[in-house]
Nanobody, 117 residues
Framework: QVQLVESGGGLVQPGGSLRLSCAAS????????MGWYRQAPGNGRALVAA???????NYADSVKGRFAISRDNARNTVYLQMNTLKPEDTAVYYC???????????WGQGTQVTVSS
């Protein structure tokens, strides 16, 4: 089994910053991709950013230039630095890990990010 523990969510004013962390543990095998998704009320879960084992990244258009994903392979931890936050970034943010053998998919419990004045 794979366990994901997220931290770093909270309430921030528009224009502010937050950093999310997600630590993976358990039977990780070979991690292919680590990423962050978000889900706002009434919407489906959507990809925010992902980072592959080789370092390649991809981002949702709505966060390009504002968010940065990074990964500490030694600690099996993925980070999401969120800058210039907007009210529309308000959502529950979920960590996701995809790996082998399986392949398998694992999800974190979610962390709330609220951007409001």
């Amino acid at each position: 089994q794979v366990q994901l523990v997220e931290s770093g969510g909270g309430l921030v004013q528009p224009g502010g910053s937050l950093r999310l962390s997600c630590a993976a543990s358990g039977s990780l095998g070979s991690i292919i991709r680590m990423g962050w998704y978000r889900q706002a009320p009434g919407n489906g879960r959507a990809l925010v950013a992902a980072i592959y084992s080789g370092g390649r990244t991809n981002y949702a258009d709505s966060v390009k230039g504002r968010f940065a994903i990074s990964r500490d392979n030694a600690r099996n931890t993925v980070y999401l630095q969120m800058n210039t936050l907007k009210p529309e970034d308000t959502a529950v943010y979920y960590c996701h890990v995809n790996g082998m053998p399986g392949p398998y998919d694992a999800w974190g419990q979610g962390t709330q990010v609220t951007v409001s004045s």
